[in-house]
């Protein structure tokens, strides 16, 4: 399934507009991660194990988008939006949503 930022899909015209699908995914800190990902911080570079986490969970809001839009009988996703946000007590959490509109090409 093609799933894309851009609203048309070049040489392939849209037959169909579905409606707008959506896939949202929250992950909880881990206290050894965080206390790692500080350290990582004092002393510089990266930090591995948000990027994981960062990028699972996007991976996982991109499939439940394009499960939404498969169940509505549609085969690409087009103006797909990316957010990421903080959320809980003391920003514990992390979501990662994934909305666009399915259509049939």
Known sequence: MTVTTTP???GRPIKEY?????GEVI???N???DLF????????????????ILRDAREQAIEEIQAE???LGGNAVVGVDLDYEVIGDKGSMLMV??????VKV
């Open 8 to 10: 048309t899909l070049e």
């Open 18 to 22: 579905l409606g707008i699908v959506t």
């Open 27 to 29: 992950v909880g800190a």
């Open 31 to 33: 206290l050894f991660r």
């Open 37 to 52: 990902a500080n350290i990582r911080d004092i002393v510089g570079g990266r930090s591995g194990s948000y990027e994981r």
């Open 69 to 71: 839009c498969g169940a």
């Open 97 to 102: 949503s994934a909305s666009g509109t399915a």
